[in-house]
């Protein structure tokens, strides 16, 4: 059982948050928790390294945005003793979770659940704090925002879970963020690789990569509500759904950075210049677009998350000469809003119902990108909520 920070926002919700563990426990069945800093502790505890620095020590971030879940964790274990449930609280580190050095966005290397099962054969709940492993070096790392989903799933599949529940503030999945529209509807069931795709265009709801553990590992993970007692969502394999609709869900993004190099020379070897020094500096690019010149320069626009600018920045200006631009143009005001779904793989058009819906509203598209199951555009951030209502709507996704 999973908590997100809104579920453990105060003392009334970690209660509530308790008293569910404890209706399954009464109910027989073998529990761990992970749970998520208090709703809102860990962005103060980024602002607070920003502010000091805005390229800061990754090691030292590290260090201080993991308490937020060690809090927590405690809190759980004590609220859980005074209902009569037997617990204790674990960090990341005594729970086994071993990471890469990759600090900020550490992935998952291994977990070893021989101490977890133990204390729960001897009838103790493990209250583990998510989000947070041990480096290579001996050092706390975390595993990237939202990493608490992923940190429930490993330890689910350490634990041969039979369930890896994700109580959050929404009941479920929904076909995009119930907060835009109203019509989002909720979701019984949701193909793992539809899902994977959401999370990774910016569907909050389930951070990516514990998506792709669950799908790898073969983990059954629901996504349900910690306040209201309905059935949430199944992540489920493909072929378990019936009717495959031309598009699932629509997500949006807001953590979206555009940067253009004007007049970059258009020879071999200039896009290797720009993006393997940021590939060095753990810049994930997404979507790219050159153009093509006639004078024999050409411009190179590319996203970044917003975050990671400062950054950015550094290690373009750092190589300017290797890349041979003078003008790096850098847009935060973007939004990218994707629409997914397997049903693509057999329908024609999708993407064009699309372009001509945001046509419609009025709304220029400044990149473009695709995969199999998923259309994604770059627009400015100010149309965010018109274009995924105007989406949802012209998908026929809009609830009865
Ligand atoms: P937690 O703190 O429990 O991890 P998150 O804020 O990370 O919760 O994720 C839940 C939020 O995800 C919801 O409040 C909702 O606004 C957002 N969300 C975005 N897309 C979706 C979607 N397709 N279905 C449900 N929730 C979504
Ligand atoms: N507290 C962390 C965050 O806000 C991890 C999580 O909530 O999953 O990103
Ligand atoms: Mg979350």
Known sequence: MKFG?????????????????????????????????????TNQLVEWCAALSPLHDAR????????????????????????????????????????????????????DGGLLLAAMAAGQVPVVAGFQGLGPEQRITTLGRGGSDTSAVALAAALRADRCDIYTDVDGVYTTDPRITARARKLDKIA????????????????????????????????LSSFADVPGTLVVDEDEIVEQAMVSGIAYSRDEAKITLRHVPDRPGVAAAIFGPLSEAQVNVDMIVQNVSADGTTDMTFTVSRTDLPRVRAVLAEHREAIGSNTVLTDPDVAKISVVGVGMRSHAGVANIMFSTLAGKGINIQVISTSEIKVSVLIAAEYTELAVRALHTAYGLDAA
């Not at 509530?16 to 992970?34: D, T, Y």
């Not at 590290?62 to 005074?82: F, K, N, P, Y």
């Open 5 to 41: 920070g809104t579920s453990v926002a105060d003392l009334d919700r970690i209660r509530n948050a308790a008293g569910r563990v404890q209706r399954e426990v009464a109910a027989g069945h073998e529990v761990a928790v992970v749970v998520s800093a208090m709703s809102g502790v």
């Open 192 to 223: 793992y690789e539809e899902m994977l795709e959401l999370a990774s265009v910016g569907a909050k709801v389930l951070q990516t990569r514990s998506v792709e553990l669950a799908m790898k590992e073969r983990v059954r993970v629901q996504v």
């Open 60 to 111: 030292e971030y590290d260090a201080v945005v993991a308490t937020g879940e060690q809090v927590t964790s405690g809190l759980m274990a004590i609220a859980l003793q005074s209902l009569g449930v037997e617990a204790r609280s674990w960090t990341g580190w005594q729970a086994g979770v071993q990471t890469d050095g990759a600090h900020g966005k550490a992935r998952i290397a291994s977990v």
